[in-house]
């Protein structure tokens, strides 16, 4: 069924990256439904009140809907409405004009613009940029209107993994909508599962299988990564991270801290801190400093300081040797 159109559009605000991902689908859209010929588009210094308002008014034979995309309403005065609402008043039937204000600061697309666009039978939409604090809150709303059920901290978990994009959040949400269907639910354990990449995964399951002490999990996933192009230095902070995180941990549970007191006090899913601590729970503090300067060693190694000329995956398998031994 092909798409429907109103008379008139008003699309403005302050999230510029919005307005122009909307108006070039806009414009495909257009071309696809009346052909190059029958798509005017104003921009620049052509895009004056004068000019669309004697384009709104003129006579033309051209065959099907007739689209008049207009960009920069922003710098249009008060004044302006003199010519252009009463274009809009008579538009000629199949005639679809739409109004792009890139707002900022002062620039404000000018009084009676959105009251002449609805008179016409048209749709007026803000594209306003969220504040960063904001945003798991307008994540959540933007998850249901796309069908899905998204936790207050999935939201979070999203922004932090995502960034502060706003049409990048959207985009991650439109995927999780197709691949998990309507209505799904989604927990924070989800997001951080579905958002990290194969190789940020496994790398979380390299540093993981170290702390557990784990010498064949550990072989497994180096070899994986190395296979998928990854590089020593790049893991290398992963791991580091992971054992001084460890090594935390095994402090607090010496010093006499309940398990659960350490695992509220982790930053990641419930069920990954109970698997972290249990990990841990198979080691001590003392290994795990003696891992964390072998991982200091390799990195010094990994930098030319090695002797020998031993390889990178040498060095790197001995260390996973030495730290599980």
């Known amino acids: 069924m092909p798409p429907s159109f109103k008379p008139a559009y008003l699309i403005h605000g302050d999230d510029h990256g919005r307005l122009a991902e909307r108006r070039a689908r806009l414009r495909q859209l257009a071309e696809s439904e009346s052909g190059s010929q029958g798509t005017e588009v104003f921009e620049g210094e052509g895009a004056t009140a004068e000019a669309v308002a004697a384009a709104l008014s003129a006579m033309t034979f051209a065959i099907g809907r007739r689209f008049l995309i207009v960009d920069g309403v922003e710098r249009w005065k008060a004044a302006d409405m003199r010519l252009i609402a009463p274009a809009l008043a008579t ?26 666009v609805e008179k016409a039978g048209g749709d007026v939409s803000a ?19 796309l069908g899905l059920e998204l936790h207050p901290a999935a939201a979070r978990a999203l922004v932090a993994h995502v960034g502060e994009r706003q049409q990048r959040l959207l985009r991650e949400l439109e995927k999780l909508a197709l691949e998990l269907g309507d209505g799904a639910r989604i927990d924070l354990e989800q997001i951080e599962e579905i958002t990290a990449s194969s190789a940020e995964r496994k790398s979380w399951t390299l540093a993981d299988a170290l702390v557990a002490r784990d010498g064949a999990a550990a072989t497994r996933a180096y070899l994986e990564l190395r296979e998928q192009g990854e590089r020593l230095a790049g893991l290398l902070f992963t791991i580091a991270r992971r054992l001084r995180e460890a090594l935390e941990v095994a402090t607090r549970l010496e010093g006499g801290e309940s398990t659960s007191q350490v695992r509220r006090g982790l930053r990641m899913p419930p069920k990954a801190a109970e698997r972290f601590v249990a990990d841990v729970q198979r080691t001590d503090v003392a290994s795990l400093r003696a891992a964390i300067a072998v991982v200091a060693d390799l990195e010094l190694a990994s930098r030319g300081g090695s002797r020998g000329g031993l390889g990178e995956d040498t060095l790197a398998l001995t260390a996973i040797s030495a730290i599980a031994a």
Do not use: S, Y
């Open 127 to 145: 594209e306003r940029t969220v504040r960063p604090w904001d945003l798991p809150k307008w994540a959540v709303a933007q998850a249901r209107g």
């Open 91 to 116: 538009l000629a039937p199949d005639t679809t004009v739409v109004f792009f204000g890139r707002e900022e600061g002062r620039a404000k697309v000018p009084d009676g613009l959105a009251e002449a």
